[in-house]
T-cell receptor, first 111, second 113 residues
Framework: QKEVEQNSGPLSVPEGAIASLNCTYSDRGSQSFFWYRQYSGKSPELIMFIYSNGDKEDGRFTAQLNKASQYVSLLIRDSQPSDSATYLCAVNGDTGNQFYFGTGTSLTVIP | EAQVTQNPRYLITVTGKKLTVTCSQNMNHEYMSWYRQDPGLGLRQIYYSMNVEVTDKGDVPEGYKVSRKEKRNFPLILESPSPNQTSLYFC????????????FGNGTRLTVT
């Protein structure tokens, strides 16, 4: 069973702070890594994806990938109350056809 | 507008009554898939399709059927629903290739009594 692990939280940060979300995965053959945001009762929406070791920045969001440690993270700078949601880490398996999701980390940004 | 459309959004049915949840995408994506989301278990893949007439099982295919007769449509069929199939279902599509992200539909909340 290929696994994706996330801390379920809840993670609470004050408005304007940096929120750090972490994810580990078990399949060393995994090729692509995705972060989705999901509001309660809504569908997941893509924040960003990464497939090379290192950092990838997009606005207030930075994804970090370390394939040797099988670790991927998401940093949210200048957190806003609207960032309060569940964040899902997803991993694309070695064939590219199967996706494995973590159970999500619940983030609350306190005004 | 590029989107994945699922219908219905909400469905309440009884055990054993066959049902179909439709999924359609207008992005000309080759790949489509179905997921169920349950508290504490996250999103789990039911079936996926790499292209027309090509489907394969995901992690939790038991009790479900799919077909891919047209590129844009990928219906999920429950021949004999049971209460343990009560869940939130999402259809998703993407371009082929490992670096392509999934685009999700709005979800179907199914209750089987």
């Amino acid at each position: 069973q290929k696994e994706v692990e996330q801390n379920s939280g809840p993670l609470s940060v004050p408005e304007g702070a940096i929120a750090s979300l972490n994810c580990t995965y078990s399949d060393r053959g995994s090729q692509s890594f995705f972060w989705y945001r999901q509001y309660s009762g809504k569908s997941p929406e893509l924040i960003m994806f990464i497939y090379s070791n290192g950092d990838k920045e997009d606005g207030r969001f930075t994804a970090q990938l370390n394939k040797a440690s099988q670790y991927v993270s998401l940093l949210i700078r200048d957190s806003q109350p609207s960032d309060s949601a569940t964040y899902l880490c997803a991993v694309n398996g070695d064939t590219g056809n199967q996706f494995y999701f973590g159970t999500g980390t619940s983030l609350t940004v306190i005004p | 507008e590029a989107q994945v459309t699922q219908n219905p959004r909400y469905l309440i049915t009884v055990t054993g009554k066959k049902l179909t949840v439709t999924c359609s995408q207008n992005m000309n994506h080759e790949y489509m898939s179905w997921y169920r989301q349950d508290p504490g278990l996250g999103l789990r893949q039911i079936y996926y399709s790499m292209n027309v007439e090509v489907t394969d099982k995901g992690d939790v295919p038991e009790g479900y059927k799919v077909s891919r007769k047209e590129k844009r449509n990928f219906p999920l069929i429950l021949e004999s629903p049971s209460p343990n199939q009560t869940s939130l279902y999402f259809c998703a599509s993407k371009r082929s290739g490992t670096a392509s992200p999934l685009h999700f539909g709005n979800g179907t909340r199914l209750t089987v009594t």
